[in-house]
Nanobody
Framework: QVQLTESGGGLVQAGDSLRLSCAAS?????????VAWFRQAPGKEREFVAA???????TYYADSVKGRFTISRANVRTTYLRMDSLKPEDSAIYYC??????????????????WGQGTQVTVSS
């Protein structure tokens, strides 16, 4: 019903920047409330990174990325995650997620209805 596709990952050095994109297709009205980014490093649980509410553009960030990452949207189908001052500990697979309701920045994966396949980000020291 809703498909999410991430892009923009890659291998960078510490201190570099990347911009991830999340493209939505299908019945996008079903996810027209919240878009979020999560990440998962090897051997670790998937963790919340950032979220944006469509209704009022409220944004939420994990403490570990606050001030370095910025979530934004171009339109209802495209969301970005700008990542600056990258650190090796930011290395992970980054996933786009969406919900058909307001999540108020929920960091719980079960709050989101749709998920992409992920894009790998690797930051070398």
């Amino acid at each position: 019903q809703v498909q999410l596709t991430e892009s923009g990952g890659g291998l960078v050095q510490a201190g570099d920047s990347l911009r991830l994109s999340c493209a939505a297709s299908g019945r996008t009205f079903m996810m027209a409330y919240t878009v979020a980014w999560f990440r998962q490093a090897p051997g670790k649980e998937r963790e919340f990174v950032a979220a944006m509410e469509w209704s009022d553009s409220s944004t939420y960030y994990a403490d570990s990325v606050k001030g370095r990452f910025t979530i934004s949207r171009a339109n209802v189908r495209t969301t970005y995650l700008r990542m600056d001052s990258l650190k090796p500990e930011d290395s992970a697979i980054y996933y786009c997620a969406a919900a058909g309701k307001r999540t108020y920045g929920s960091s719980t994966t079960s709050s989101y209805d749709y998920w992409g396949q992920g894009t790998q980000v690797t930051v070398s020291s």
